[in-house]
């Protein structure tokens, strides 16, 4: 059965709310030092990749509404193969600058939809 192109917006959006809320009140120190948060966050980036590949090969003309959908899928794989090379400092500057647009453009689609 093939599944709704918005139930990979659904799971995008809410995997990036909880990054966020993980993250709401802390700083970049807290997350370095604190496994059990990275960890976390590290749990919630791959859904959101995962679900924007499965969104680009249902429908490639929604996925590509979403800002740097690529540069997406390549952090997930990033996180799920290549783990030594995962940067603290990289996935902290991708929750603060990027999640707030990503949000913005799947509730819009949403909301579209």
């Known amino acids: 059965m093939r599944r709704d192109p918005?139930?990979?917006l659904w799971d995008i959006?809410?995997?990036a709310h909880a990054s966020q809320g993980f993250i709401a009140d802390k700083t970049f120190e807290d997350y370095e030092?604190?496994?059990i948060l990275r960890s976390a966050v590290e749990r919630e980036l791959p859904i959101i990749?995962?679900?924007?590949n499965r969104l680009?090969?249902?429908d490639e003309h929604l996925a590509s509404?979403?800002?740097n959908h690529q540069r997406i899928i390549s952090l997930r794989n990033i996180i799920a193969h290549r783990y030594d090379d995962v940067r603290n400092d990289l996935i902290w500057a991708t929750i603060k600058n990027n999640l707030p647009t990503l949000l913005i453009?799947?509730?819009?689609?949403?909301?579209q939809r």
């Not at 990749?49 to 924007?52: F, L, V």
């Not at 453009?105 to 909301?111: A, K, N, R």
């Open 6 to 8: 918005r139930s990979f």
């Open 13 to 15: 959006q809410q995997s």
């Open 33 to 35: 030092q604190n496994r």
């Open 49 to 52: 990749g995962e679900a924007t």
């Open 56 to 58: 680009r090969h249902l």
């Open 65 to 67: 509404q979403i800002t």
């Open 105 to 111: 453009e799947v509730t819009d689609l949403l909301e």
